[in-house]
T-cell receptor, first 113, second 114 residues
Framework: QQPVQSPQAVILREGEDAVINCSSSKALYSVHWYRQKHGEAPVFLMILLKGGEQKGHEKISASFNEKKQQSSLYLTASQLSYSGTYFCGTPETLKAAGNKLTFGGGTRVLVKP | DAGVIQSPRHEVTEMGQEVTLRCKPISGHDYLFWYRQTMMRGLELLIYFNNNVPIDDSGMPEDRFSAKMPNASFSTLKIQPSEPRDSAVYFC????????????FGEGSWLTVV
């Protein structure tokens, strides 16, 4: 069962912040975040392995709440280059953890000047 | 280092024809994945290999789809016969062994079946 992402889409002005959520009805063993620009491959941003873990990539950061079975991606002071579709990927089982990822439906982000 | 290499990048074919997509994973990676992306269904895992052996093909939609990995540096995804509903972007991806390692995607093969 795929993780659920929200919102489905968000429009920002340059410099504004946004939060993208990824939640699962099943236990989350790890969360992988990707960004895909139109016509290109998904590009890896970061991976969170432990509950409570937080990471950052440029001004993009993420947190992982194992108990709530969710992860959040934070776009801070957004730049035009942040536009794209963001996906979270999670393993379906602990056995598959780190191997077989199931992806959420994606969140489309458009940053305007 | 070279990333995951896929070919062809774009393919337009007629319904009923055979389609073969090719992939060269990142050298040293133990796992190879084939994903399909469409607007309706998003990113779907079709099949994945570990050390050239198919591990899970539960995502392969029908018998018309088949995948092989004859060696560590090459894999194919074949559709025979192709149908218009197979039109999608097919991504090959690879990763190395380890819980903390992630998947790296190729540029994708854009397939249109008319």
């Amino acid at each position: 069962q795929q993780p659920v992402q929200s919102p489905q889409a968000v429009i920002l002005r340059e410099g504004e912040d946004a939060v993208i959520n990824c939640s699962s009805s099943k236990a989350l063993y790890s969360v992988h975040w990707y960004r895909q620009k139109h016509g290109e491959a998904p590009v890896f941003l970061m991976i969170l392995l432990k509950g409570g873990e937080q990471k950052g990539h440029e001004k993009i950061s993420a947190s992982f709440n194992e108990k709530k079975q969710q992860s959040s991606l934070y776009l801070t002071a957004s730049q035009l280059s942040y536009s794209g579709t963001y996906f979270c990927g999670t393993p379906e089982t602990l056995k598959a953890a780190g191997n077989k990822l199931t992806f959420g439906g994606g969140t489309r982000v458009l940053v305007k000047p | 280092d070279a990333g995951v290499i896929q070919s062809p990048r774009h393919e337009v074919t007629e319904m009923g024809q055979e389609v073969t997509l090719r992939c060269k994973p990142i050298s040293g990676h133990d796992y190879l994945f084939w994903y399909r992306q469409t607007m309706m269904r998003g990113l779907e895992l079709l099949i994945y290999f570990n050390n050239n052996v198919p591990i899970d093909d539960s995502g392969m939609p029908e018998d018309r789809f088949s995948a092989k990995m004859p060696n560590a540096s090459f894999s194919t995804l074949k559709i025979q016969p192709s149908e218009p509903r197979d039109s999608a972007v097919y991504f090959c991806a690879s990763k190395s062994q380890g819980f903390g390692n992630t998947i790296y995607f190729g540029e994708g093969s854009w397939l249109t079946v008319v």
